[in-house]
């Protein structure tokens, strides 16, 4: 007897290619400013999600009225580069459309909040202007795939990025219903072109997420990520990827059957076809054995334990038709950006401008308007969530230095606060069950005084914040690690490794803050005299906490 599909299963196979009534929704449905139920799932497949002000929602029912609905629209922006025309347009559309304020996102994009039904085609329609578009970007597909952002790490920098667009254009779904529904109108009756040998009419069981690594560095965190690709580099030459499968941190408080998994590395692949035909066919056993009831256990990283891994593997070579070659050596050595000013191989210059967990503060964002009317430089936002400003000749760096004196977007950062991560949480996400964008600076603030007090201020240890544990802003592969469990309460996480390859583990359950810097304080202390030489805080504490 086979396994009763969960709900959204039925909503993607009668969707008519995503569109459902979607159109009806927004076009007749004006006693609402949500959509139709179903319709709520789909139109995740064209990069939104549903949101309320949820500190509104307490005044707003009193008054009976409804939930105060708004839409999120996240961009798809493979490895993170757009040009100082689609930054303006960017900007303009903040500015007319939502709350006004950009936010980068941990997978290399941007998200706009706060967008009201009536002006989700407008918005979606001016970034089509400029070549942008939200396809994908959420939903049961392949989401924005991420790659190291600074040049400065390889001098074929180039060559690795590119492989960000080739594999977001390869896993792209075929329907054409985002254009149809959002941009132009037309509907669309040569349905033929939109057979999708990959993606079928079921879509993947659930998200699918791709990064790319150039070591030493591990800025897109890459066992985090269903694939994972190492890039393997001699003597200035991509050789290939080392491929990794079945990463993914979401876990569901309360469930054991949930659990945050690293991807493990099956072997190496070379050439763009056989890499991109290797990619290809992870996602397609994925769509078939991937579970389909229960939405908590359908991510690749439960396939992946289910079959073992040898077992995909195996499956795997069948279907691409050749060997996977033993993994090739690499190392990684850092994690965070490299920020200030930094001279790439190519000549040209990159200012990396640290965005405290993405949010685009108001000053930041006038300097950046004010340097893409220029166009003298690119914008990529990074896997950390900071952005920087590219392809800066030599004669216009004293231009952008002088525009951020101006602005006074340039000031002393402390390692930890360069090293924090949070998700949005409170007050959009709908999931969140505490604080966590909103008030990891003002918790990073009581601990600066702490590391000084150590002299640790130098120590670049990583610390990440989310407000469930879903995990989105990557606490579990983090230094220091906080879990939203409810309203000022947080699982405290230790032990993770500074470069992202080994999860941290409950330490504390359900502390607040007090709680939380007194533990801090008997951390830091033992840390500096008990930590063997060139220890990081992370060791450390694996080592004399869970061993």
């Known amino acids: 007897m086979s396994e009763k599909l969960s709900p959204i299963e039925g909503i993607k196979i009668k969707s008519d290619g995503l569109r459902g009534t979607v159109k009806e929704s927004i076009e007749q449905d004006n006693f609402t400013g949500n959509v139709r139920p179903d319709d709520e799932a789909l139109v995740k497949f064209h990069g939104m999600y549903v949101q309320d002000d949820r500190d509104k929602r307490e005044e707003r ?13 996240r961009l798809r922006i ?6 100082a025309k689609q930054w303006q347009t960017l900007h303009e559309t903040s500015e007319q459309y939502g709350t006004g304020v950009l936010k980068i996102t941990t997978r290399q994009t941007v998200q706009l909040h706060g967008i009201l039904k009536h002006q989700l085609r407008p918005t979606l329609q001016s970034f089509d202007t400029v070549k942008l578009d939200s396809i994908a970007a959420c939903g049961d597909v392949n989401r924005n795939v991420i790659a190291t952002s600074h040049p400065s790490v390889s001098k074929i920098h180039a060559e690795v990025h590119a492989y960000a667009d080739k594999l977001s254009t390869h896993l792209l779904p075929k329907t054409q219903g985002y254009y149809e529904i959002f941009i132009d109108g037309e509907k669309i009756y040569d349905r033929v072109k939109e057979v999708d040998p990959l993606y079928e009419n079921r879509y993947l069981p659930r998200k699918f997420k791709i990064a790319i690594a150039i ?3 591990n800025d897109v965190d890459v066992f985090a990520n269903d694939i994972g690709l190492i890039a ?3 003597n200035d030459k991509l050789l290939g990827f080392n491929i990794a499968i079945g990463g993914g941190l979401s876990t569901t408080h309360g469930n054991p059957n949930t659990y945050a998994r690293l991807a493990t590395v099956i072997g190496f692949v070379s050439g763009e076809e056989n890499i991109l035909k290797a990619c290809y066919e992870v996602l397609t056993v994925q769509r078939d054995y991937g579970n389909r009831s229960d939405r908590k256990l359908s991510r690749l990283k439960y396939t992946v334990d289910k079959l073992t891994v040898e077992g995909f593997k195996a499956e795997l070579e069948k279907r691409i038709g050749f060997q996977l070659e033993p993994a090739r050596p690499y190392t990684f050595t850092e994690r965070g950006d490299r920020y200030g000013w930094q001279l790439v191989s190519n000549g040209t210059w990159y200012y990396t401008l640290f965005v405290e967990h993405g949010v685009v503060k108001p000053n ?5 308007h004010e340097l893409s009317l220029l166009d003298i430089c690119n914008f990529t936002f990074s896997g950390n969530q900071n952005l920087l400003l590219g392809e800066i000749s030599a004669e216009n760096k004293d231009t952008i230095i002088a525009l951020i004196e101006k602005h006074g977007v340039e000031k002393e950062i402390s390692e930890l606060r360069k090293n924090s991560m949070a998700c949005v949480a409170l007050p959009t996400c709908p999931l969140a069950l505490a604080e966590a964008q909103r008030y990891l600076p003002e918790l990073v603030t009581k601990i600066e005084p702490i590391l000084e007090k150590y002299a640790l201020q130098d120590d670049e240890i990583t610390i990440r914040m989310t407000g469930c544990p879903n995990g989105c802003g990557r606490p579990y592969v983090s230094e220091l690690g906080f879990v939203g469990t409810g309203p000022g309460h947080y699982n405290l996480m230790l032990g993770g490794d500074r470069y992202g390859t080994r999860l941290n583990k409950i330490y504390k359950e359900k502390v607040n803050e007090t709680q939380i810097l007194e533990e801090v304080d008997v951390l830091f202390d033992k840390y500096v005299k008990e930590r063997l030489p060139k220890e990081t805080f992370g060791d450390f504490s694996h080592r004399t906490l869970f061993n």
Do not use: C, V
């Open 61 to 73: 029912a009193a008054k009976k009225l409804d939930k105060l609905y708004s839409f999120m629209i």
């Open 78 to 83: 493979p490895a993170g580069t757009i040009n």
């Open 215 to 217: 070591p030493p560095t």
């Open 232 to 234: 393997i580099i001699e």
């Open 364 to 368: 930041q964002k006038a300097f950046l």
